[in-house]
């Protein structure tokens, strides 16, 4: 994987010009998560196993604003590049992966004196490139989606009704079954959990109406995302 993993993102080098052009970057507010200090790291510290739970859900919604705001544009929604810009779902989840990104990240990128990636790193400091990379790291395998796809279609169905009022489904039971199916969705870079649609849904249910919305739309956003 790691040799396809890093073909895939030098072949698109050379392109790069096409996308990202004059876009300023935009501040990301990190509050809330550890300063790692000054001296930059060339390992992910926000990884749940060597920051914790907390810690690595924080960073990962923290690293979707900051890559929103700033990768997007190039790197594609949700990390699902349109071909202009690596794919960095494919950067392995290990230190390896993490020293191509934070380089990159650090210093951009330049080819026969253009600029085809700005640097960030003084711009938004090591806090938001960590976080954005956790973010990237978490995204879920486009298969292991798809091979869920129907039944968390079915889910949605069921969540939609509860928030109306109309629904007679067990939310709680609903909840599990996607905590259950999170658990079985892979990421593309390795990294062991993965954010997806099934997590973010399960974790808006606390058994009121405007719980089973935000869940449901979770469901549709990711499910959109996925093709």
């Not at 594609?76 to 071909?83: A, H």
């Not at 993490?98 to 990159?104: A, G, K, L, Q, S």
């Not at 928030?163 to 007679?168: A, E, K, M, N, R």
Request: aromatic share 8%.
């Amino acid at each position: 994987m790691k040799t396809f993993a890093m073909t895939a993102l030098v072949s698109v080098l050379p392109v790069l010009a096409l996308a990202h052009g004059d876009v300023a970057p935009q501040a990301v507010d990190t509050t809330g998560l550890p300063n790692v200090g000054e001296e930059w790291l060339t390992e992910n510290p926000y990884r749940a196993e060597a920051a914790g739970e907390e810690v690595w859900s924080k960073a990962v919604k923290i690293g979707a604003s900051g890559y929103n705001q700033n990768c997007a544009r190039c790197h594609g929604l949700e990390v699902i590049s349109g071909g202009l810009a690596p794919d960095l779902r494919f950067l392995e989840a290990e230190e390896y992966g993490d020293e191509w990104f934070v380089e990159r990240f650090r210093h951009g990128y330049t080819q026969n004196g253009t600029t085809k990636m700005p640097a960030f790193g003084e711009l938004l400091g090591q806090e938001a490139a960590w976080a954005i990379r956790t973010y990237i790291e978490t995204r879920p395998d486009d298969e292991s989606m798809a091979e869920v796809a129907d039944e968390l279609k079915g889910l949605r169905d069921q969540l939609d009704a509860l928030s109306t009022g109309s629904g007679d489904a067990d939310g709680e039971l609903i909840k599990a079954e996607l905590t259950e199916i999170a658990a079985g969705i892979e990421t593309v870079s390795g990294a062991p959990v993965a954010d997806s649609a099934a997590s973010r849904a399960a974790a808006f249910i606390d058994g009121s109406e405007e719980g089973y919305r935000h869940a449901a739309e979770a469901l549709t956003i990711g499910l959109s995302a996925a093709h």
